[in-house]
């Protein structure tokens, strides 16, 4: 899941009121909304009030919010629904949340991406105030149309809980009653938004949509699709990155009872998204298909990447980081470090490493295509549907107005459905069969299939002077670039910087002030395929930091909460959470005799977290006892919500300390479920305690993956006061000699 620092384009005032629905043929053709302008346009007026591209409203009175962003179980319907309803006076759980029929639609782009998208903890912090403005926009016409009919000023009429009253009087009108007459009015110059005293649903929202659907499975998603004639489709995808079909013979998988088809699918780095080589088995359901899948013989071409061994990395980078020829791109730069480093009073070195990692959504990748009428029909979890849009064009050779996107939640994501190489297969397939696709991945091709975060290393050198301050700081981070195909004009950037792999260690997001700075990304490709992944570069970088600074704390002689706070200017948000968290997890009060303590910060997505971790050692056993954070993520629209997303952050992060972990020998994944890929149980997990800090409440930030980055290292820390080791790569083995 990204963060690019693009420029922002917003679409003005009058372009958002413009943006009205061709969303839906009969509902909203020839309205455009316009100040001054009527949305009629001299036609019979349309069968449901459209007064802008997020909300409707029918003559029944049903109110539909059309929420344009991908939701993953994040509870984003939740939050972006009660930003519209709020300001509309609907209850935003009684109302219906669909998604957009043309989620190409110009309202819907991502105004800092300039694609259709949803990701980066962006989504809530971004649409905000648009959806709020949206709202209003609809409750104010629809008032003017109430005080019309009774011959009244606006000011005289108020609405609430989806009807329109008379302020002195006994009249009052549904939604329903007045939208008719709603949709023949102009559009308000401006609208008024609620003050934050006046807030219903913002800021207060302890339940998330759908949560009785999912609890009872009556929820759909991708996985559940079915249709007509539909066939399954999986994919024995190259063993080897590199590799291609040399020969097939796939009678015996065609002998399967119920399989239809099988079709090679060809190696498209350029077209499909890096995707490996492979064969498709294509069946009446999902046993026959991977029945026919373990019935085919396929036999591999040699490839040179039959000679990658992941275990041969850190040697790899260290040498790489040695190299003074290495593409360095400075992220953050003061005074001159080399300089300082003959002044100091102590020097510090080390090195931080972390393997690749797969994301393992509870849904594996899951979509269904159909090619019809000249039109490709995706149906599912699509989060990016530009790259469906890419899709479409770079495989079936169709333009955007062929596509078509039927969206469902998806049972997780953590970054796997930003890749574009199952939307690219899925449509290469529709356009070899007539009739509807359903593409599966098993949890061994998930784990398989090469795109989640990459192996990293870290090396940082420190300085201290004679007062214990930190007086000089060199980082420089190894990894690959996000790429051309994740990046369009990446390779084009005149300062080189990927904004994707250096969260953290940048000037807007780094936390630590020091008269020397010299932070750098040293940019190493090894051709494995990596992608998006929950909380993307700052799991690494904050990894490496955060440890870093208690080494160094502790080779001055300082408290670690302390040290970090002499080195914070400026940060009062950032130095608030900081002390909340010790606070909360008593870090000034004695521990009982195999108990410490470890913290670790960082800022990320707008919003500020600590976490503090507590450890405990019982006969060489370390054990993570719990957990405190405290996060400042500005305005909370739906707490529940943000609890959840904390909650689950921080288990995503204990992963990353004791368990994540994917290898790679002679070319082909090691791990192939969660017997060999281990993945934080409920068993595993500490006890929790969470604050939520509102440091501006006039906007909310990003929450969604901002708390696993610390759980690494704040364990990392504890550790280190609790045995003397500093562990320096993860997963961290937690039985260690006395």
Same mark, same amino acid.
């Given at each position: 899941?990204k963060?690019?620092?693009l420029k922002?384009?917003q679409?003005?005032? !009058?372009?958002f ?9 009969g =509902?909203a053709?020839g309205?455009?909304?316009? @100040?001054?302008v009527?949305?009629a346009d001299?036609r019979?007026?349309?069968?449901a +009030?459209? @007064? ?12 539909k919010l059309v929420?344009h962003?991908?939701?993953s179980?994040?509870?984003t319907r939740t939050?972006?629904?009660a930003c519209v309803a ?8 009684a109302v219906e ?6 989620p190409?639609f110009?309202?819907?782009?991502h105004p800092?991406w300039?694609v259709?998208s949803t990701?980066?903890?962006t989504?809530v912090?971004l649409e905000y105030?648009?959806?709020?403005q949206?709202?209003?926009t609809a409750?104010?016409?629809l008032?003017a149309?109430?005080a ?9 009429c ?7 009253f008379?302020?002195a009087g006994?009249r009052s009108a549904?939604?329903g009653?007045?939208a ?6 102009p559009?308000p110059?401006?609208v ?9 649903y913002?800021g207060?929202?302890r339940r998330?949509?759908?949560?009785l ?6 929820? !759909?998603?991708?996985?559940d699709?079915e249709?007509?004639g539909m066939l399954v489709?999986v994919i024995?995808r190259?063993?080897v990155?590199g590799?291609?079909v040399?020969?097939l013979d ?5 002998a399967?009872?119920?399989v239809r088809?099988?079709?090679?699918v060809p190696?498209r780095?350029d077209?499909l998204?890096?995707?490996r080589?492979?064969v498709a088995v294509?069946a009446d359901d999902?046993?026959s298909?991977q029945?026919?899948r373990s019935?085919l013989?396929?036999?591999w071409?040699?490839?040179? +990447?039959?000679?990658?061994?992941s275990?041969s990395?850190?040697?790899?980078f260290?040498a790489?980081?040695e190299d003074?020829?290495?593409p360095l791109v400075?992220t953050?730069?003061a005074g001159?470090?080399?300089s300082a480093?003959?002044?100091a009073?102590?020097?510090l070195?080390?090195d931080?490493? %972390? ?13 269904s ?6 039109r490709l ?6 989060q990016v549907?530009?790259?469906? *849009?890419?899709?479409a =064009?770079t495989?079936?050779?169709l333009d955007a107005d062929?596509?078509?996107i039927?969206e469902l ?9 930003e890749?574009?190489?199952? =939307?690219m297969e899925v449509?290469?397939l529709?356009q070899?069969?007539?009739?509807p ?6 949890r061994e091709?998930?784990?398989r ?5 990459a192996a990293?290393?870290h *090396?940082l050198k ?9 007086s000089?700081?060199?980082?420089r981070?190894?990894?690959?670039a996000?790429?051309?195909?994740w990046e369009p004009?990446?390779?084009? *950037?005149?300062d080189h910087?990927?904004y994707s792999?250096?969260e953290?260690?940048s ?5 630590y002030? $020091?008269?020397?700075?010299d ?5 190493h ?5 990596t992608?998006?992944?929950?909380s993307v ?5 904050v990894?490496a930091?955060e440890s +870093?600074?208690d080494?160094l704390?502790?080779?001055?002689g300082?408290?670690?909460? $302390?040290?970090? =706070? ?6 009062p948000?950032?130095?608030r959470?900081? %002390?909340k968290?010790a606070?909360?997890?008593g ?6 005799e195999?108990t ?10 707008g ?5 503090v971790?507590r450890?405990?050692?019982n006969e060489?056993?370390i054990r993570?006892? !719990?957990l405190s ?5 500005g305005l909370a629209?739906a707490?529940?919500g943000v ?12 992963g990353h300390?004791l +368990?994540d972990r994917l290898d ?11 017997h060999d890929y !281990?993945?934080?149980r409920m068993s595993?997990m ?16 990003g929450v ?8 690494a290292?704040a ?5 280190q006061?609790l045995?003397?080791?500093r562990l *320096?790569?993860t997963?961290?083995?937690?039985t260690?000699?006395?």
């Open positions: 899941m963060t690019r620092h922002n384009v679409p003005g005032r !009058r372009r009121l413009k943006q009205s629905a061709l969303l839906s043929a =509902l053709v309205f455009h909304w316009v @100040p001054g009527s949305a001299d019979e007026a349309p069968s +009030f459209t @007064p802008n591209a997020w909300v409707r409203v029918l003559p029944d009175g049903t109110v929420v962003k991908h939701d179980g994040t509870g939050a972006l629904a709020e300001e509309l006076e609907v209850d935003p759980m949340v669909i998604t957009p029929e043309n190409f110009e309202a819907y782009i800092l300039h259709f990701g980066g903890s989504s912090s105030d648009r959806l709020r949206a709202g209003a409750r104010e016409l008032v149309a109430a019309k009919r009774w011959g009244l000023a606006p000011a005289e108020r609405a609430i809980d989806g009807r329109v008379e302020r006994d549904h939604y009653e007045l008719e007459a709603a949709a023949r009015l559009a110059e401006s008024t938004l609620k003050a934050l005293s006046e807030f219903r913002i207060k929202l998330k949509r759908n949560a659907e999912k609890v009872t499975g009556r929820l !759909r998603y991708s996985i699709l249709q007509p489709a024995q190259a063993p990155i590799a291609r040399e020969g796939a009678g015996a998988a065609l399967v009872p119920g088809r099988v079709i090679r190696a780095p077209v998204g890096g995707n080589e492979g294509l999902y046993w298909a029945q026919g019935a013989q396929v036999r071409s040699s490839s040179p +990447f039959a000679e990658f061994d275990e990395l850190p040697a790899r260290g790489a980081l003074p020829a290495a400075r953050l730069q001159d470090a080399d480093w003959p002044a009073a102590k020097l070195e080390a931080y490493g %972390m393997p690749y990692k797969v994301q393992n959504p509870l849904e594996p990748i899951c979509i295509a159909e090619l019809v009428d000249g029909h995706f149906r599912g979890g699509v549907p530009s790259f469906a *849009r890419e899709a =064009l495989v079936c050779g062929r596509v078509v039927e939640i998806s049972g997780g994501s953590f970054g796997a459905r890749a574009k190489y199952w =939307l449509a290469y529709a070899q069969v007539a009739t696709v359903k593409l599966m991945n098993s091709d998930e784990m299939a090469l795109f989640g975060h990293t290393l *090396r420190g300085a201290l002077d004679s007062d214990g301050r930190l000089a700081l060199r980082l981070a190894l990894s690959p996000s790429g051309e195909q004009g990446y390779d084009e *950037r005149a910087m990927d792999t250096t953290a260690i000037a807007w997001d780094f936390a002030r $020091a008269p020397n700075l932070l750098g990304w040293v940019r490709e090894t051709g494995v395929p992608g998006w992944y929950r570069s700052f799991i690494p970088n990894f930091v +870093f600074m080494e704390a502790l080779a001055a300082r408290d670690p909460l $302390a040290f970090r =706070l002499a080195h914070m200017q400026e940060r948000r950032h130095v959470v900081l %002390m968290a606070a909360l997890a870090w000034h009060s004695p521990l009982p195999g410490a303590l470890g913290l670790a910060t960082n800022q990320g997505y919003s500020f977290v600590a976490v971790a450890l405990s050692r060489g056993v993570v006892e !719990r954070c405290v996060i400042d993520c629209v707490p529940g609890e959840e997303q904390v909650y689950g952050g921080l288990m995503w992060g204990l300390a +368990f790679i020998r002679g070319g082909e994944v090691v791990q192939s479920n969660f !281990r993945v934080a595993d500490p006890d929790i305690e969470i604050r939520i800090l509102e440091g501006d409440r006039d906007k909310p930030s969604g993956e901002l708390t696993s980055p610390p759980v290292p364990i990392a820390n504890a550790i006061r045995t003397g080791q *320096r790569s997963p961290f083995e937690l260690l000699p006395g």
